[in-house]
């Protein structure tokens, strides 16, 4: 199903969300006004998650990097257009989304990935502390191999799937906010997302005990 | 590639834990400012190519005038020479072709007085008054007379040029309608 499908009107999920969106029609009208500077604050705030996406559906720093800055800039050049409709945030990631789908579709042929290094966090290092009490540099090692394994299992899903689990586990995005993105139904969500995870455990099961 | 088989929860978990350490897949505070950098000269460009889309097409359309324009003069002088050969004699119905050619020529014919012969007309002149005056001297006496002209066919391809040859004789003279070598189709006081 293609992501660019037309998209029902959004209902922002969490009151927290609502707020967001309703400070991002702010900024956007500001934009909209004429107010061009406008536009720094909304990439300030969403540069990171949605370079995080792509990248996650890329794999190449360089790539993410370009795209996100040419979301950024589709977003800019048509936000005269911009209804509100949507949450600022949905019509992003579609854009985000539609930009890196046509990406991998001229690149498929030629794929080659390059990582950012993982930044060592409280959570992970707790996760690496439950497989293994070694040394420093043996976490340091384990780390960098979890990461190429996971980098791996993450590359051999189909883009559908990899585009679910992204915006799920690592963006936090719930069911009906990713349903909204990619234009299609909760249910189709959660299916993709069960199989995307049956299929990583498959992948990953010597990690999972 | 899948099949249905349930997913643990305890895997779910520890599954969820292992794909979030992929937030920590981000890049330092340099690629930031890189992407910044980028970013506003992408923008800047994106604004100037914005604000000069007008001046653009307008330049296009030029662009789409200056390619066209020998095209658009030799289509012009083409057609101006097409509707002025359709204007001459060359390509004009010739009267005489007219009736031979077709059944609606034929027709025409038929329905029209159809001239073998050369067209007159004839002015009845109204008896001189007895009023005389200086300029005018009667030369018969009260006796109507007719002034008959013949109608000639002249260089004019389409159209007859009138050449009139008076010819004037009195009633009751013994001349007869088609004296003339003309066949008479109305008469009348004015032409």
Request: charge should be neutral; hydrophobic fraction near 40%.
């Amino acid at each position: 199903m293609s992501i660019a499908k037309a998209i029902t009107k959004s209902l922002v999920s969490s009151p927290e969300r609502r707020l967001e969106a309703d400070e991002d029609l702010a900024i956007v009208q500001k934009v909209q006004a004429g107010d061009v500077d406008a536009f720094d604050a909304l990439i300030l705030k969403y540069r990171e998650r949605v370079y995080s996406v792509i990248y996650n559906l890329t794999s190449n720093r360089e790539d993410a990097s370009d795209l996100a800055q040419e979301t950024f800039i589709k977003a800019f050049q048509s936000i005269k257009r911009f209804k509100g409709k949507s949450s600022f945030f949905t019509w992003l990631y579609r854009i985000a989304l539609n930009t890196s789908l046509t990406h991998l579709r001229k690149n498929k042929l030629r794929r080659f990935f390059s990582f950012e290094k993982m930044v060592e966090e409280d959570h992970s290092s707790g996760f690496i502390e439950n497989m293994t009490t070694d040394s420093d540099s043996d976490k340091a090692a384990l780390m960098t191999e979890l990461q190429e394994t996971l980098n791996d299992a993450f590359q051999k899903l189909s883009v559908k799937h990899r585009t679910v689990i992204t915006l799920f586990e690592i963006d936090g995005l719930s069911h009906k906010e990713i349903a909204e993105i990619i234009g299609t139904s909760i249910g189709t969500v959660r299916s993709r997302l069960h199989y995307a995870k049956q299929f990583l455990q498959g992948e990953l099961k010597e990690y999972l005990k | 590639m899948f099949s249905k088989r349930k997913i643990s929860p305890e895997n779910d978990v520890q599954l969820s834990q292992l794909l979030r350490m992929k937030r920590q897949e981000r890049p330092d505070d340099a690629f930031w400012g890189k992407f910044d950098e980028e970013l506003r000269s992408k923008q800047l460009s994106a604004l100037v190519r914005t604000q000069s889309w007008y001046e653009r097409t307008g330049k296009l359309a030029l662009l789409i005038a200056r390619k066209s324009a020998a095209a658009t003069a030799t289509l012009s002088i083409f057609a101006l020479g097409i509707f002025t050969i359709s204007k001459t004699e060359f390509f004009s119905m010739n009267p005489a072709d007219s009736v031979a050619s077709g059944p609606v020529s034929e027709m025409e014919a038929t329905e029209e007085p159809h001239f073998a012969e050369t067209p007159i007309f004839i002015v009845d002149r109204q008896p001189v008054s007895n009023e005389v005056t200086d300029l005018e001297i009667p030369k018969f006496d009260a006796a109507p007379y007719y002034e008959v002209n013949a109608l000639t066919k002249g260089a004019v391809p389409v159209s007859y040029q009138i050449i009139a040859e008076p010819k004037q004789f009195t009633a009751g003279s013994g001349v007869s309608d088609t004296s003339l070598g003309a066949k008479v189709i109305r008469t009348g006081i004015d032409f």
